[in-house]
């Protein structure tokens, strides 16, 4: 990500002006899900309901979780024109498989990441060129992005922002903010955004604002948006049904390395090295769906800007049991220790 400071981040306009929101890729996921009339669909991430408005309008059933208490409130007046259609719940999409029906599901459609109503709202937190309470949390629970910026030991903060934000100043800006809070602590968006701003100016070939990648670490932090995607794939494969469609759209690379190793984890390839010839071959629980990756069009990415990034995953499942939660296969950090930040 690095690299192409574009992939993978959240846009620079999209993240500090509003944006209406648009469902990404909408055409293609639709057409991953395979609809057909009376299929039942759990939309993990419901948002503003783009999705779940398409996918009703197809004829299919749809039971919508969010973890973002707005989200629910407002989704509310779909719910009764949906005429009992749509059962929409407030959940992380980690839990998704307490809310599938016995006979299981025909489809789970997953849309990673902030969404533009959030960043929108400055008392979210989620912007860095809004001022609003440094917050960042998309349920009301659990540890904050002031906590964390304030309370965390420089090598945390340093970790933090190098492997979830792949900010390549990360302990520069680490030991900046640890000096700031023995004076005061960071309380809004801005008092952290303009640190970063001294710390590490904009220069003029920069496409990105200097704190997009801290906001960023920060926010996947706070909400564990790595776990919670991994957990939820896992609990996928159990409730979808034999040819049920798993669809996952993403907006930067760690989300996306996430979705391409399960894929790759579930094909059913033998596993093994050449220092281990013993091997045995797994049965594939899913199955590839289309091309490998579907990225926006160039139209779509340029009306809308939250597309530019977007990439599409797709696989059916197939009538092999499931296989066991290893997040091990995920190579992911251990920073579950963090978490007692302001605990």
Do not use: C
């Not at 049991?321 to 963090?338: E, K, R, T, V, Y």
């Amino acid at each position: 990500m690095m690299a192409d400071q574009g992939e993978g981040l959240p846009d620079a306009d999209a993240d500090g002006g509003p944006v209406r929101h648009i469902p990404v890729l909408l055409p293609e996921v639709l057409a991953s899900l395979d609809l057909t009339p009376g299929k039942i669909i759990l939309d993990g991430t419901f948002g503003a309901g783009g999705y779940t408005s398409a996918i009703l309008a197809a004829g299919a059933d749809v039971i919508a979780l969010d973890r973002d208490p707005a989200a629910i409130q407002g989704g509310q007046s779909l719910v009764e024109a949906s005429k009992g259609h749509l059962t929409l719940i407030h959940s992380r999409f980690s839990d998704l498989a307490r809310y599938a029906p016995e006979g299981g599901l025909d489809g789970v459609v997953l849309d990673i990441g902030v969404s533009s109503m959030q960043i929108d709202e400055a008392e979210r937190g989620f912007s860095f060129q809004r001022r609003g309470p440094l917050d960042m949390r998309m349920s009301s629970d659990g540890v904050s992005a002031a906590d964390v910026v304030n309370r965390a030991k420089v090598s945390d903060l340093t970790r933090i922002f190098g492997f979830l934000g792949e900010e390549p100043q990360s302990g520069r800006i680490a030991r900046a903010i640890e000096k700031r809070r023995l004076e005061e602590p960071f309380v809004t968006t801005r008092d952290l955004a303009g640190l970063i701003e001294i710390v590490t100016p904009r220069k003029a070939k920069d496409k990105i604002h200097p704190a997009t990648r801290v906001f960023q670490a920060l926010r996947i932090f706070v909400n564990d948006e790595l776990g919670e995607l991994a957990r939820a794939l896992f609990a996928a494969e159990r409730v979808l049904k034999p040819g049920g469609r798993l669809t996952v759209v993403t907006f930067h690379s760690l989300e996306d390395r996430i979705v391409k190793k399960f894929f790759q984890d579930r094909a059913g390839k033998a596993s093994g090295s050449r220092h281990m010839p013993l091997v045995h071959e797994r049965a594939a629980t899913f199955a590839p769906v289309g091309k490998s990756m579907v990225a926006a069009s160039e139209d779509e990415a340029s009306s809308n800007p939250r597309a530019r990034s977007a990439k599409m995953r797709v696989g059916a499942r197939t009538d092999a049991p499931p296989q066991a939660d290893d997040l091990s296969i995920f190579d992911l950090p251990n920073l579950a220790s963090l978490g007692k930040i302001g605990g």
